[in-house]
């Protein structure tokens, strides 16, 4: 009569008392390595939090206006959009773009007040 394998003695490893056959030889090195799969999708890292300050300033009641009506058309599509973020958008394209400063700078220039 033979023996039955222990449970458990397909975790130890060969020449531990058991006879491996060449069906369940001990894997090999290949076999231990993944095989490569797609690329994980790269995550950017997050931009550092900066501290917020309070920006208050006087603007004209149909500019106001105009900055609501921006913000309500952007939470009805179902973004969570504030004021302070169109501001800060504007501020961040004002700092980056040229050509938005040339435009900006060209309206001022041209405008009496």
Request: no cysteine.
């Amino acid at each position: 009569m033979t023996k039955k394998p222990r449970f458990g003695s397909f975790v130890t490893s060969p020449g531990e008392g058991e006879n491996t056959t060449p069906e369940q030889g001990a894997p090999t090195r290949a076999a231990l390595v993944p095989e490569p799969g797609p690329a994980a999708p790269v995550i950017p890292q997050a931009p550092a939090r900066e501290e917020r300050r309070a920006f208050s300033t006087r603007v004209r009641p149909s500019q106001k206006a105009a900055l609501d009506i921006f913000v309500m058309d952007l939470k009805r599509a179902g973004w969570p959009i504030s004021q302070e973020a169109v501001l800060e958008e504007l501020l961040r394209l004002l700092q980056e773009d040229e050509h938005t400063r040339a435009t900006i700078t060209q309206r001022l220039t041209q405008r009496l007040f």
